[in-house]
Nanobody, 119 residues
Framework: VQLQASGGGLVQAGGSLRLSCAASGITFSNYDMGWFRQAPGKEREFVSRITRGSGSTTYADSVKGRFTISRDNAKNTVYLQMNNLKPEDTAVYYC?????????????WGQGTQVTVSS
């Protein structure tokens, strides 16, 4: 199983980035997919989630209205469109897959991609 995150980089405040996470080794459409982030010296935090099936989405309050999660089951890929980025969005972003539709235990994690927002 592999979750390969990409799309991170350095951007100025107010800019945009689109993260991608390509999954292999799993039946992607059977998984809820999430994005998390971890800033230096801080604990990892939830950013967004998209469910299997209906594609229902959930966002952390800190990114609501600025970030959009989506998925393409044909490509086994989940995306995170990040607009109006702020310096406080600087972190390593991780994608993760959850098989059970309940709870918060994610089965698989990607390697992370660095997002740096300059002021």
């Amino acid at each position: 199983v592999q979750l390969q995150a990409s799309g991170g980089g350095l951007v100025q405040a107010g800019g945009s980035l689109r993260l991608s996470c390509a999954a292999s080794g799993i039946t992607f459409s059977n998984y809820d997919m999430g994005w998390f982030r971890q800033a230096p010296g801080k604990e990892r935090e939830f950013v967004s989630r998209i469910t299997r099936g209906s594609g229902s989405t959930t966002y952390a309050d800190s990114v609501k209205g600025r970030f959009t999660i989506s998925r393409d089951n044909a490509k086994n890929t989940v995306y995170l469109q990040m607009n109006n980025l702020k310096p406080e969005d600087t972190a390593v972003y991780y994608c993760a897959g959850k098989l059970r539709p309940w709870g918060e235990d994610y089965n698989y994690w990607g390697q992370g991609t660095q997002v740096t927002v300059s002021s």
